[in-house]
Each structure stands twice: as structure tokens, then as C-alpha cells.
């Protein structure tokens, strides 16, 4: 049984930074593309960076290019998410997915419309 379970989630100051991490079971990361999303109140699910499962080719959302970083560690079976330089706009639940990866998959890497298997989410909170 597929089980992603997310956590760093938290309240945060604009400027500052959290690392949410992503921990798989039930499948191996070198056979599944992971992505990070994130959802706002009233909001559309929206892609903010994937990690594919051969090479770690990455990809991210152009609103966190230069602030947040993806990364993997297959050892541990976990993806992390470096966040930094945090704006308020960044408030949601981000939830990580698993993506069996195909060329479709390719053109769309951050479609949450073609992920698999989702965690259940964390909360992150960018106020004053």
C-alpha cells in the first residue's frame, strides 16, 4: 500500500524559510517522479516543483524559481522541499504526490491532474 506522508509545516515569517519533507512507503523512489503542491483557500491545486525518479531532473513553478530547492534522498525513500525567502502568498497545504512517469508526464511535470497517489498534506502559514 502506497503511503506519502508529509510534515515541517508550520507558521513563518515573510523572509523566512521551512523544509517540508515527504516520506514514501509502499513504493521506491526510483520508479516514481515525486511533485510538491500546494492548494490556498478558494484556490486551485497549483505545482510548485517535481523531482523525476531517473537522474533527479527537476522542475519548479515559476513563482519559487530561486527560492525553493527539491531534492531526494532514495536511501531514506523521502523528497524534501527547502523553502526559502517566504512571502505570504505561499500560505497553503502543500501535499507531495507520486507520479508514474510516462511522455506524457514529460510535457506536464507539474499536472497535478497526472499524479497518482497524494499525502494528506501541512499546513504552511506566512504572516506577520
Known amino acids: 500500500q502506497v503511503q506519502l506522508v508529509e510534515s515541517g509545516g508550520g507558521l513563518v515569517q515573510p523572509g523566512g524559510s521551512l523544509r517540508l519533507s515527504c516520506a514514501a512507503s509502499g513504493l521506491n523512489l526510483r520508479d516514481y517522479g515525486i511533485g510538491w503542491f500546494r492548494q490556498a483557500p478558494g484556490k486551485e491545486r497549483e505545482g510548485v516543483s517535481k523531482?523525476?525518479?531517473?537522474?533527479?531532473?527537476?522542475y519548479y513553478a515559476d513563482s519559487v524559481k530561486g527560492r525553493f530547492t527539491i531534492s531526494k534522498d532514495n536511501a531514506k525513500n523521502t523528497v524534501y522541499l527547502q523553502m526559502e525567502n517566504l512571502k505570504p502568498e505561499d500560505t497553503g497545504v502543500y501535499y507531495c504526490?507520486?507520479?508514474?512517469?510516462?511522455?506524457?508526464?514529460?510535457?506536464?511535470?507539474?499536472?497535478?491532474?497526472?499524479?497518482?497517489?497524494w499525502g494528506q498534506g501541512t499546513q504552511v502559514t506566512v504572516s506577520s
Open positions: 504526490a507520486a507520479q508514474e512517469e510516462s511522455a506524457a508526464t514529460m510535457f506536464s511535470p507539474l499536472n497535478y491532474r497526472l499524479y497518482g497517489h
Open positions: 523531482i523525476s525518479k531517473s537522474y533527479g531532473v527537476t
